[in-house]
T-cell receptor, first 115, second 114 residues
């Protein structure tokens, strides 16, 4: 079954404590993205990866890092989380670039609360 | 900068009625997605519209794209309670390798009541 798997699904953490949200896809997709969803703002792209070792900033990259050492994994790293990073996070993957109009697969989401 | 506006933000409608959700975007693009999201859930792909004049229908939902007007619509016919959800449109911006992105509208929260 085609899947994008995120972990953890729910996390409450404290300000400044580094955390990583993992994302893994089993479809051999080259293109992966991270989004955050906030009320009234829709989803906003944080980072984007076109292939292994190739990443680019999205619209809201401040406070986040990513890495793409393997095609299937695209972890999101919060080096020093702050309360304004409390949000619902989605990982997504696709076989072709987003502008190609192909199907985009989203993970189940990770609820992150920073206190 | 590509911006996507959806309206209305909230829609409360009676079962059996028809209504349309509008998605306007600010730059040229012919790649438009519609998603459905249930509370606390992921995004479910509804439609991908790939050219001017594209129309797609699935059940009580029909989506269309007018790239000249930079407008997509999601039309709901004879609404039923099961359609209650939040609907997002998203536009693929950039169009080149290093500016590939998906810009989402703010979402329309639809509630269908008896």
């Amino acid at each position: 079954e085609a899947q994008v798997t995120q972990n953890p699904r729910y996390l409450i953490t404290v300000t400044g404590k580094k955390l990583t949200v993992t994302c893994s896809q089993n479809m051999n997709h080259e293109y992966m993205s991270w989004y955050r969803q906030d009320p009234g703002l829709g989803l906003r792209q944080i980072y984007y990866s076109m292939n292994v070792e190739v990443t680019d900033k999205g619209d809201v990259p401040e406070g986040y890092k990513v890495s793409r050492k393997e095609k299937r994994n695209f972890p999101l790293i919060l080096e020093s989380p702050s309360p304004n990073q409390t949000s619902l996070y989605f990982c997504a993957s696709s076989f072709l670039p987003l502008y190609s109009g192909n199907t985009i697969y989203f993970g189940e989401g990770s609820w992150l609360t920073v206190v | 900068e590509l911006k996507v506006e959806q309206n209305p933000l909230f829609l409360s409608m009676q079962e059996g009625k028809n209504y349309t959700i509008y998605c306007n975007y600010s730059t040229t693009s012919d790649r438009l997605y519609w998603y459905r999201q249930d509370p606390g859930k992921s995004l479910e792909s509804l439609f991908v519209l790939l050219s001017n004049g594209a129309v797609k229908q699935e059940g009580r939902l029909m989506a269309s794209l007018d790239t000249k007007a930079r407008l997509s619509t999601l039309h709901i016919t004879a609404a039923v309670h099961d359609l209650s959800a939040t609907y997002f449109c998203a536009v693929a911006g950039g169009g080149s390798y290093n500016t590939d992105k998906l810009i989402f509208g703010t979402g329309t929260r639809l509630q269908v009541f008896p």
